[in-house]
């Protein structure tokens, strides 16, 4: 049977101070960084271009109906063999496989992500949108080569730690791209402009100045990603079977990746997939809500950033180092659990925020809560995808996993505008926490299946 990234289960329990250094090893280093590099792009097409898209008075249905940009996350599997197999022209030769992806990836999503800087909403959607799906499958692609890199470089056993530094450069750059984009865009507004319109409106004003700056720094921000993989060593290639002609090459890429994990997983990859598909639902589909809700709440660009930037940023990290840590410890499928549990809870406390009215220190408890539960069921969500894997077809596998993940929940987010525009948010919001409820049956299941199975 081939080689998969299960680790052995005779392998012994690291001690507190072998799993911090961990963290510091080059490869959870580089990890951080190109973590960083696949966070930057996701917010920007959907989470942050949601507020750029409110405040342009652009109405909630459709801001929804626009998040279905999403879903090219959700379909990257398709083309998943072609990045774990096909050779890009001068770049694989000197870079190397997954290497090359990368950079080629990083490059298209700097290109989509000028586009939007250079594009007005109020004048016309079709622009934006055609960018915004530039970036989202550029970003896809990226995601694929670095699945890919990450579980070359390193044994099973340093997965969770790898995903845990993943996930923590991964959240810095969503902070970064929500918090940060909001932050320089209030700088560069046009303070007399602002006010005025303010002042006769008595509603948020849209400049799209602002946002061109703000984009354009987005922009430029991938290049702590193009720099570490031009500074970073390809991982040992997997030896891969030779075609001896297209049907054969063809049936390796695009065949056997699924059929090897249906052979070694049986009954169980139904199962499997099924907790794939909603582990993170009430996550995905809360998320594409809550920059509008943010605006309708009356909180500015300054009070979001400054509660996602401060509070965010240290409830993220200690949430995907904590849960990075008890993965390590005490087992993925345990954490599995506990973080499907707080992710469901803390979209509650948006319900309630919603009947509380605008606070921000209300806001900064309710996002502080809810950035340690999504970087605590993330981390440990990340290393048990990872534990599924063939090594022999990480990219494609992994593609299939990840974008199990996101292609119901970005469907279902799609109608969210809508939701909030019949029933209002509160009822959204404790909504999308009910759909947590299965999740913590199909754990439940996958833990004893995978327990039986091992026994």
């Not at 249905?61 to 072609?82: C, D, E, N, Q, R």
């Not at 200690?318 to 506990?338: E, P």
């Amino acid at each position: 049977m081939p080689p998969t990234t299960t680790p052995s289960p005779t392998a012994p329990r690291m001690s507190w101070l072998q799993t911090l250094r961990v963290y510091l090893e080059p490869a959870s280093l580089r990890m951080l960084t190109l973590g960083f590099s696949a966070g930057l792009p996701l917010l920007l097409v959907l989470g942050t271009l949601s507020f750029r898209l409110r405040e342009a008075g652009i109405d909630r249905s459709t801001i929804g109906h626009l998040s279905w940009v999403g879903l090219a996350y959700g379909f990257k599997w398709a083309w998943a063999p072609l990045v774990d197999r096909l050779p890009l022209p001068l770049l694989t030769h000197t870079l190397g496989r997954r290497r090359s992806w990368l950079l080629l990836s990083q490059c298209l999503v700097v290109a989509g992500l000028v586009g939007m800087a250079l594009t007005d909403p109020r004048q016309a959607l079709s622009p934006v949108v055609a960018c915004a799906l530039m970036v989202a499958f550029a970003s896809a692609t990226h995601d694929i080569a670095l699945d890919a890199f990450r579980i070359e470089s390193a044994d099973a056993n340093h997965q969770a730690a790898l995903a845990a530094a993943y996930q923590t450069g991964y959240r810095l750059a969503m902070i970064w791209a929500g918090a940060g984009v909001l932050w320089i865009a209030a700088r560069a507004e046009a303070p007399a402009l602002a006010g005025a319109a303010a002042a006769a409106t008595g509603a948020a004003t849209y400049q799209n100045g602002a946002w061109q700056t703000a984009y354009l720094v987005m922009a430029a921000s991938m290049a702590v990603g193009m720099v570490t993989v031009l500074f970073s060593r390809e991982p040992r290639p997997v030896e891969l079977p030779p075609a001896r002609n297209a049907a054969e090459w063809l049936r390796g890429a695009l065949l056997e990746p699924f059929a090897d994990f249906v052979r070694r997983y049986r009954w169980q990859a139904a199962l499997i997939l099924a907790l794939i598909a909603v582990y993170r639902i009430s996550d995905v589909v809360m998320g594409i809500m809550a920059n509008p809700f943010y605006v309708d709440m009356g909180y500015t660009k300054d009070e979001v950033a400054a509660v996602t930037k401060v509070y965010g940023v240290v409830m993220t990290l200690v949430g995907a180092f904590v849960g990075g840590s008890l993965a390590m410890r005490f087992g993925v499928m345990r954490i599995l659990m506990l973080g499907a549990l707080l992710s469901a809870c803390t979209n509650l406390l948006f319900a309630w925020l919603a009947g509380h009215g605008h606070d921000v220190t209300a806001l900064i408890a309710v996002v502080s809560a809810d950035n340690l539960a999504s970087g605590i069921a993330s981390a440990a969500f990340i290393a048990y995808l990872s534990s599924l894997t063939n090594v022999s077809y990480s990219a494609t596998q992994y593609a299939l996993f990840s974008s199990m993940m996101l292609l119901l929940p970005k469907f279902v987010a799609g109608f969210s505008g809508d939701y909030v525009n019949a029933f209002g948010y509160a009822q959204f919001f404790a909504s999308t926490a009910l759909l947590g409820l299965p999740v913590l049956g199909l754990v439940w299941i996958a833990s004893k299946a995978k327990s039986a199975s091992s026994a």
